[in-house]
Nanobody, 123 residues
Framework: QVQLVESGGGLVQAGDSLRLSCAAS????????MGWFRQAPGKERDFVAAMSARGGVTSYADSVKGRFTISRDNAKNMVYLQMNSLRPEDTGVYYCAANPPSGALATMKYYYWGQGTQVTVSS
């Protein structure tokens, strides 16, 4: 079965950086769009970033543009989220998601989800 396992979360201060990783298994990774989403306490899960199957196209939420970078390594079945200049409002549980191409990166439905990793940014 498909498994997505996130890692790399933690407690940091505003202005710090973190890199999240997501290890994928049970799917032909190079054929899947990969995305990152986050859910802040008491709020809905929101789109953060996504990348096309071969990595040629990316999409970012306006709130993270210029600070976050998504990347993937199709040889290792890994997707990453480099987060720089972190802000308290970036706090939340970050989820990795996967789906075959079925629409726009930011708005299509993702079928497979990881369990999430907590990111807490203190001011």
């Amino acid at each position: 079965q498909v498994q997505l396992v996130e890692s790399g979360g933690g407690l940091v201060q505003a202005g710090d950086s973190l890199r999240l990783s997501c290890a994928a298994s049970g799917l032909t990774f190079r054929n899947y769009f990969m995305g990152w989403f986050r859910q802040a306490p008491g709020k809905e899960r929101d789109f953060v970033a996504a990348m096309s199957a071969r990595g040629g196209v990316t999409s970012y939420a306006d709130s993270v543009k210029g600070r976050f970078t998504i990347s993937r390594d199709n040889a290792k079945n890994m997707v990453y989220l480099q987060m720089n200049s972190l802000r308290p409002e970036d706090t939340g549980v970050y989820y990795c998601a996967a789906n075959p191409p079925s629409g726009a990166l930011a708005t299509m439905k993702y079928y497979y989800w990881g369990q999430g990793t907590q990111v807490t940014v203190s001011s």
